[in-house]
């Protein structure tokens, strides 16, 4: 194993993968990431629904999702590698006035960003899903270009020519320890040995709170259980069928294969690693889809599994320097909306690395100083 680096990446997520290649691609290449599992992608970035999205309600994530989604646009060419990019759209369905009265002012936002989303009637979100019950439900948003990217593929399109350009990405490698001396970082432990190195990338996901520590920082980031069912194939389920959400429910569905992938949020979830599939909410769960999507009712559940979302307290991720500890940097934290935003964020950590501030979009909002200011509204549209 390498005993120096320029920069050690703790993690092998999309955002641990993402940082090292867009190191790589600018010359960096005496990078080091370290991967605790046996492979990449056992953590939430292999565990996720693959949605991405414009749909936001802060400029800065709507902005991570335009850089984002024009880097998998491009993938293919530029990476070698097919990302399953399908704009099937997302349809947000709301039930309560006060939501409906603030999805208008994020798409009034997110037209100001160059977004094409719209509010939609019900009869609109009828026609749009007609396979949707809409009892209830006083309105929407809608975005054709959002839509769906297959996870593994976009890891592993990372991990390859991150390795491509030079850079080491190394499995069944934890870090063990981040030694701290004179006020900055000085070397990352492993089973294997010691990296002495000046910079230590923290992207951990769900499990960064408990490697911050090891540099002695908080990083405000809770690990809460999220699950999923996929259904075997549904017939006369539309091609078109849109990424559906029924916000006040926490409920979603899309089209998965000839298929539906079904998940829904339990907000009373408490913090935690265990990933075994909670049996009563899963019924609460196929309850609840059953009554807005009912040819479930002749659907077969065939697979089911639970990851963890990496929440934040105003649910935006924690990106960028921590001053306090010269050399740490997170890349953590994007609170269940992390994939759709890896590209952009491993772009950043690189700018921040290399030029000394992320350049191509403002990431102060995100920056972890902001939890000394008392933490603000943040995401709104978190699922
Ligand atoms: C059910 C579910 C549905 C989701 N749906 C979506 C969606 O539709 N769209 C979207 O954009 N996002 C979604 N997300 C969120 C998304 O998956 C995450 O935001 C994203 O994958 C986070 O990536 P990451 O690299 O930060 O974390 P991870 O992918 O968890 O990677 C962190 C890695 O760090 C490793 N690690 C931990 N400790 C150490 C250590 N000490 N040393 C070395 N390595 C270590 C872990 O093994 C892990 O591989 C969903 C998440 C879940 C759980």
């Given at each position: ?55 936001f309600a ?47 002012a994020n ?161 009373d979830e ?114």
């Open positions: 194993m390498k005993t120096t680096a320029d920069v050690v990446v703790i993690g092998g997520g999309i955002m641990g993968a993402s940082t090292a290649y867009h190191l790589a691609r600018r010359g960096c290449t005496n990078v080091v990431v370290l991967e605790a599992a046996e492979m990449f992608g056992l953590g939430s970035t292999g565990l996720n629904a693959g949605g991405i999205r414009y749909q802060t400029p800065v994530n709507i902005e991570l999702s335009k850089l984002s989604i024009g880097m998998m646009e491009r993938f293919a060419d530029e990476m070698g590698q097919e990302v399953g990019l399908r704009r099937c759209g997302y349809l947000f369905m709301l039930d309560r006035e006060s939501d409906l009265a603030q999805f208008r798409v009034a936002l997110q037209n100001s960003l160059g977004v094409p989303s719209r509010v939609v009637s019900q009869t609109e979100i009828a026609e749009l899903a007609p396979q949707v019950d809409v009892t209830g439900i006083i309105g929407g948003t809608w975005c054709p270009l959002d839509g769906l990217v297959d996870p593994n593929s976009l890891l592993q399109g990372y991990v390859s020519n991150a390795r491509r350009l030079g850079a080491t990405l190394l499995t069944s490698t934890s870090a063990l320890g981040i030694d701290v001396a004179g006020g900055r970082v000085r070397r990352v432990v492993t089973k294997d040995g010691s990296i002495d190195t000046e910079t230590v990338v923290v992207a951990c996901g769900p499990w960064s709170a408990q490697v911050g520590a090891m540099a002695g920082i908080h990083l405000p980031i809770q690990p809460i259980r999220r699950q999923i069912a996929v259904t075997g194939a549904i017939p006369h389920l539309r091609p078109d069928f849109p990424f559906v959400i029924d916000f006040s429910r926490a409920l979603y569905f899309h089209r998965e294969g000839a298929g539906i992938l079904t998940g829904m949020s339990n907000r408490e913090a935690g690693f265990d990933t075994r599939v909670d049996g009563e909410w899963r019924l609460h769960h196929i309850e609840n889809a059953m009554e807005r999507l009912p040819l479930l009712g002749d659907a077969e559940i065939v697979v089911e599994w639970a990851g963890l979302y990496e929440v934040t307290p105003d649910d935006q991720p924690i990106l960028g320097r921590i001053p306090v500890v010269e050399g740490l940097l997170s890349c953590a934290g994007f609170s269940g909306h992390g994939l759709m935003h890896g590209p952009a964020a491993g772009m950043l950590m690189a700018e921040e690395i290399l030029d000394g501030r992320a350049r191509t979009i403002d990431i102060d909002p995100l920056r972890w100083s902001r939890f000394e200011l008392g933490v603000g509204a943040g995401e709104f549209n978190v699922v």
